[in-house]
């Protein structure tokens, strides 16, 4: 039986040359400030953006204050014309100070700024009535200045390819000017969940409703990824029809159920004659695990299956494919893990690596419901994924296991 370090690099290998050739397109940044997926990291650049003006552009005072000449220093000067930002002042004379606003232009012939507050009014406007002030004696060169290009230098990389796009960076990006970026296409996958019983809950007939199509769509978002999300009974000419129509917009088909030992296994019957390889992994839960390039609509498609259960589905999510397509949009590989204590017993097969479900309290972690697959509430009650490795089939409380945090 296959490793999970084994099948994830299968499943790396098979999706690389897709996710090496998203395409891109042009986004003004306005646009990218309203759109759901810019400002959460999930959206990325395509190409790198150079500064083409240095940041800030000019050199302008840090404070409401006086633009003066250290060379004045301790002596009293004449008052002129007050700099309100957003305009070009006059140079500034020799035994001369100008009233000068927080972001505005630094006059030519000045050097240094020292705060209203250290005039008798203390703040403006009634500081604009001054006829003269005294420049501090101990004021330096560039005191209260902000120098242009103190933050980004002409040319000097705003961002590289691959940098998600954050408040902070269109922020940067606008003050520099740019209007439009590259932005890497996100990654489109057709979810498909098989079954004839997906036809909605309903206790006086034997039917559920679709618990893996929404779900799995829920966690692709949070990678970046677009969906949609296709329900198919267990009929294999209606699973191919299905899939045939999937035409030029998915990248990757990701399937749920069909794929065990039973008579009805859909998608075994469909796509392994088309090269989708069945391939038990030693992890429960989640055993049942496929994958494979497949020819749809006459191209070939990476189709990867994840077993029907719906903790199943979730948990192999976390395990193959989350590594794979956080890296996308700028998100780190691994949830954040710790090492921690168990606060009780547990049993686990020997021969497989657990993943349990769990929360962390007082420095412990402490199991939520069983092993089984199919306790999806017990699941949504979890903040922790809880490793139990191969080899070990009994945790003791104090037992330390490795744990990744879901939130």
Request: net charge negative.
């Amino acid at each position: 039986m296959r490793t999970i370090g084994q099948h994830r690099d299968d499943l790396a290998a098979l999706l690389a040359p897709v996710l090496a050739g998203l395409g891109a397109a042009s986004w003004r940044i306005d646009d990218l400030a309203v759109d759901g997926r810019a400002g959460h990291g999930h959206r990325v650049l395509a190409a790198p953006v150079a500064a083409p003006v240095p940041l800030p552009p000019f050199d302008n005072s840090q404070m409401d204050g006086f633009a003066v000449r250290v060379a004045d220093a301790g002596q009293d000067v004449r008052v002129v014309a007050p700099i309100p930002a957003g305009v070009v002042p006059a140079p500034l004379s020799a035994g001369t100070a100008a009233p000068i606003m927080t972001g505005a232009r630094i006059p030519d012939g000045a050097d240094a700024v020292f705060p209203v507050e250290s005039t008798s009014p203390g703040s403006f406007p009634a500081a604009l009535d001054l006829g003269h002030v005294t420049v501090p004696s101990d004021l330096a060169p560039g005191t209260f200045v902000r120098g242009t290009g103190s933050d980004l230098a002409l040319g000097a990389s705003i961002a590289p390819t691959g940098a998600p796009i954050t408040p902070a960076l269109l922020g940067a990006l606008a003050s520099a000017g740019v209007s439009t970026v590259q932005v890497r296409r996100p990654l489109r996958v057709l979810v498909v969940s098989t079954g004839s019983e997906l036809q909605g809950a309903d206790t006086a007939a034997a039917t559920i409703g679709d618990a893996n199509g929404i779900a799995l769509q829920a966690a692709l978002a949070e990678v970046g990824a677009s969906s949609r999300r296709v329900r198919v009974p267990d009929d294999v000419e209606a699973f191919v029809s299905e899939l045939d129509d999937v035409g030029d917009w998915a990248d990757l088909v990701l399937t749920t159920g069909g794929i065990s030992a039973g008579a009805y296994e859909v998608v075994r019957q469909a796509l392994e004659p088309r090269g989708l390889a069945v391939t038990p992994v030693a992890m429960q839960p989640g055993g049942p695990q496929a994958f494979g390039s497949v020819v749809l609509a006459g191209r070939p498609v990476p189709v990867v299956s994840f077993p029907g259960n719906p903790v199943s589905a979730l948990v192999s999510f976390e395990v193959f494919l989350r590594p794979l397509l956080a890296p996308l949009v700028g998100l780190p590989a691994d949830r954040p893990e710790l090492h921690l204590p168990a606060a009780s017993a547990a049993q686990s097969p020997g021969g497989k690596h657990q993943v349990r479900r769990g929360r962390v309290d007082d420095g412990a972690v402490h199991f939520v419901g069983g092993p089984s697959s199919h306790l999806l509430a017990h699941y949504a009650a979890a903040t922790h994924l809880v490793h139990v490795p191969v080899g070990v089939d009994a945790v003791e409380p104090g037992d330390v296991l490795t744990v990744w945090s879901l939130r």
